[in-house]
């Protein structure tokens, strides 16, 4: 088949990061600075991405305001006619460069929180004071008068703040949230059994967001993603892979997902290398799983195929080694129970996080 242009570029621009939050999607075997693609290369990937019929990109990491030159990157970006957004977590920026930043063509910013309060959040984050920091840049982000996205990343060990969330950012003038339940690829696979939230959990926060949705229409919109282990229905993964959406790693690698390396299966193009053109059109790993003629059954023949597009390939290699069987995540999935008791018996789980960073990288655990 033939695809459409994407629709929006994740530009991964480095892996450095001051925080060290246990549920990064980040592969294991972060890239080092050395490796990263210098800011005339990033300028000619964005043009290629332009040229290609990207409508936005997304700045992203990492830490990407730990690139000095992400104003030129905005720049580069606004000229050639992308919404352009940051996804930060918002401690390494000040007023001064966030006006910068605005100067130079950003348009929105999403920053990212690990909790209601400084003692959970900054546990969490494995950084001291950056709810505090996080807290401050949010006022900056108002003031330069730049759209807010709030992002909760929610789990075992923070959903009893999720009310206190809620109200924080409307307390901080956001305009949507995202309360994101933990997807467990790269660092938060490594750390499932301690993430996982029990099925109790996972219910009261689905009636406490229902509940925000009513109370605050009209004032903060709302998403929410529930954790794939308690579905009995697959995401449409990235609105299908190699349909929408295309990421560009630190060094150049150019993958259908932010987590499509943990699929090791796959070999991925550079766009050092190749023209990023060829890579959407022709790429392999692009190619993998686009469509539907690779699904087996009993996604070959469900109605729902273009629907979900077979759901999440990362997934299905992380449970099964397969990345082209069912996503466990569907109960017609052979694999659906043994993904749900997975959850269950991690729920209870007392383990420690192991936090993300240069050094903590290991091998998996069998699953």
Known sequence: ?????????????????????????????????????????WRNAIRQAADLGCMQIHF???E???RPDLEALVAEAAVAGLYTNLITSGVLCDRARLEGLAA???????????GATAPIADRIGGYAGGHEKKMSFAGHVRATGLPLTANFVVHRQNVHQLD????????????RIEIANVQYYGWALKNRAALMPSRDQLDKMTVSVLAAR??????????FVVPDYYARRPKACMGGWGRRFLNISPSGKVLPCHAAESITTLAFDNVREKPLADIWLNGSAFQAFRGTDWMPEPCRSCDRQEMDWGGCRC????????????DPACALSKDHDRLVATALQDAQS???FVYRNFRSAKALPAL
């Not at 009513?214 to 998403?223: A, C, M, N, T, W």
């Open 1 to 41: 088949m033939i695809p459409e242009p994407p629709f929006a570029l994740l530009a991964e621009l480095t892996h450095r990061c001051p925080l060290q939050c246990p549920y990064c999607s980040n592969p294991l075997d972060l890239e080092r600075a050395a490796n990263e693609m210098t800011a005339g290369e």
């Open 60 to 62: 992203s990491g990492g």
């Open 64 to 66: 990407p305001t730990a």
């Open 104 to 114: 130079a063509g950003l348009e929105h910013v999403q920053l990212s929180f690990q």
């Open 164 to 175: 206190a969330m809620i109200d924080m950012a409307v307390e901080m003038g956001a305009e």
């Open 214 to 223: 009513e109370r605050l229409k009209g004032v903060l919109v709302i998403d």
């Open 315 to 326: 997934q299905a290699f992380a449970i099964t080694g397969d990345a082209a069987q069912t």
């Open 350 to 352: 007392e383990d420690d």
